[in-house]
């Protein structure tokens, strides 16, 4: 394999995806695909004798999970691990059902807080404290932190570390002479100057609602810090009503309003790739995202990507806003937890899995050939070696040099209030909703 850097010079203070023609294996991004030992997954009765199930999702890290399952399966026939691949919005809908009858898979994928939380007040998983020595090891400890209870260990992390992104369009940018922008401010002179050019300024994927996330969170916690939200998942009355929240939901519409994200945006679904589409065929100049969308631009788009035609960032600044510029929100990885109704056997294969190769040397290797940043230490001297160093590098530096790593509002509250939040932010974004009629429904979920 040959790689050289696009000669096009990339905008200041931003980055540019290097050239490569390493082709990876595409990945179903829609629908579930079964591992060829798996029937239909579910806790204790699947699998038996030992064996575990395993639910997870299509797409992202989806290509490091097969690899590590087939590897253990190959190393441990008696006890094999049989996984299901499900499209986002799909596994959250069945994992909740499955969870709640006891017919959960052995290994419970889920992304920590209030998600994690109800599972241990409600004895759906078992404490791992101790039980994997060799995965606390060589976890990131920020990462490791969300996986606990009142300072337990419940779930540990299972793939990359996720913390969203401004992604961008080079081409277009380029094309156009626009700045890429590094202020909320210079956000709004690049949609105009987009929308002038008849593009799309910023792809979002409103159907699926929980994107939206991505903007309410950067900008409350740019104008106000991460204390306002914490207030929220503290159920402090009225919490909601932070003068901070209430500016975040008027710049969304201010920029909904000056047609920042088209006007087909509602319609857009991100478990069909429907948003990253959108960038790499020239239509949108921008998407705020998480960093597992990389490996689709790679999968979905590689001759575009390997051109230098995908570049990245950081949120804009919020001009005399009070939150640290370097604060970051996403997901700081997913994780896996063992469900309490498997049987010992079942427990015990899925414990000596996520000792033994759970984020492992290959699952490592695999992550970053795909794009995407291991959660685990020490891997700083290996990133130079991989096919997207640049790309990594940045990334992988967000989250160590973030003071403040915020998880995805959806999954920090609790299943109601998540739901709630989703439904009322889509109607802001549809101009359905004022920012106090916002504030005042989701105070009354307190």
């Not at 992390?157 to 002479?177: C, H, M, R, S």
Request: aromatic share 10%; glycine share 10%.
């Amino acid at each position: 394999m040959s790689t050289h850097r696009s000669l096009r010079p990339a905008p200041a203070g931003a980055h540019r995806v290097p050239f490569s023609r390493r082709s990876l294996s595409r990945i179903a991004l829609v629908g579930a695909a079964a591992l060829a030992l798996a029937g239909c997954g579910g806790g204790a009765q699947a699998g038996g004798d030992g064996g575990a199930t395993a639910w997870t999702l299509t797409g992202g890290a989806e290509e490091t999970f097969r690899t590590s399952f087939e590897a253990w399966n190959e190393n441990h026939p008696d006890t094999p691990v049989s996984a299901e691949y499900f499209a986002n919005d799909a596994f959250k809908e069945k994992i909740r059902t499955s969870v709640g009858s006891g017919n959960a898979p052995t290994l419970i994928y889920n992304w920590g807080g209030d998600n994690l939380e109800s599972y241990v007040e409600n004895g759906n998983v078992v404490e791992l404290t101790g039980e994997v020595p060799e995965m606390e090891e060589r976890a990131l400890d920020s990462v490791l932190e969300t996986g606990k209870v009142d300072g337990t260990l419940y779930a540990v992390p299972n793939n990359n570390t996720q913390p969203v992104i401004l992604y961008y369009n080079t081409k277009l940018f380029e094309d156009a002479g626009v700045k890429v922008p590094t202020t909320w401010d210079e956000m709004l002179d690049a949609v105009e100057a987009f929308k002038a050019e008849g593009v799309t300024p910023i792809s979002v994927a409103g159907s699926s609602q929980w994107p939206y996330l991505m903007w309410i969170q950067y900008l409350t916690d740019r104008i106000g810090g991460p204390e306002v939200f914490q207030a929220v998942v503290d159920g402090e009355e009225g919490a909601w009503s932070h003068p901070a929240i209430t500016e975040s939901l008027e710049k969304i519409q201010e920029l909904v309003e000056a047609g920042g994200f088209g006007d087909t945006y509602g319609s857009v679904v991100a478990d069909a790739g429907a948003d990253v589409a959108l960038v790499h065929t020239d239509q949108a100049a921008m998407m705020l995202h998480g960093s597992w969308v990389y490996s689709s631009f790679l999968t979905d788009a590689p001759e575009w990507t390997a051109e230098g035609n995908l570049g990245y960032t950081e949120f804009p600044v919020v001009e005399g806003g009070q939150g640290d510029p370097q604060n970051i929100v996403g997901n700081p990885a997913n994780f896996w937890a063992v469900s309490a109704d498997a049987s010992e056997e079942q427990q015990a294969t899925a414990i000596e899995y996520l000792n033994e190769m759970n984020l492992d040397g290959t699952a490592v290797d695999t992550l970053f050939d795909a794009g995407l940043i291991p959660a685990v230490d020490g891997v700083e001297d290996q990133i130079a070696d991989t096919e997207h160093p640049e790309y990594l590098d940045f990334a992988y530096s967000m989250v160590q040099d973030a003071p403040h790593f915020q998880l995805s509002w959806d999954q920090a509250l609790p299943a109601d209030q998540g739901q709630a939040l989703l439904t009322n932010l889509s109607q802001v974004f549809a101009g359905e909703m004022s920012p106090e009629e916002f504030q005042t429904a989701m105070n009354g979920t307190l």
